[in-house]
Nanobody, 117 residues
Framework: QVQLVESGGGLVQPGGSLRLSCAAS????????MAWYRQAPGKQRELVAR???????NYADSVKGRFTISRDNSKNTMYLQMNSLKPEDTAVYYC???????????WGQGTQVAVSS
């Protein structure tokens, strides 16, 4: 059983920065791809960024150049550094551990990010 806990959300001004964290409850965290998703009210949940066990990353076009995904294997923690935040970044942000067979995917409960003046 894997538990994921997000933290670091809050209210920020446009152009500001936040760093989100996702802490996992198992020591084998580093073996699996991980990702950040977000969901705004009335919208579908969308992929924001993904990182493989080997450190390869990919990003949604809307956040390229502004967000950076990273992981710290020793702390079983994934991060999302968000810079130059825009109002359209407002959403609940979720972390996901992508299991491979036979493990399922695991999701955190989400952390709210609001970008507003």
């Amino acid at each position: 059983q894997v538990q994921l806990v997000e933290s670091g959300g809050g209210l920020v001004q446009p152009g500001g920065s936040l760093r989100l964290s996702c802490a996992a409850s198992r020591s084998t965290f580093s073996r699996y791809p991980m990702a950040w998703y977000r969901q705004a009210p009335g919208k579908q949940r969308e992929l924001v960024a993904r990182i493989t066990s080997g450190g390869r990353t990919n990003y949604a076009d809307s956040v390229k150049g502004r967000f950076t995904i990273s992981r710290d294997n020793s702390k079983n923690t994934m991060y999302l550094q968000m810079n130059s935040l825009k109002p359209e970044d407002t959403a609940v942000y979720y972390c996901k551990l992508e299991g491979f067979s036979p493990l399922p995917d695991y999701w955190g409960q989400g952390t709210q990010v609001a970008v507003s003046s």
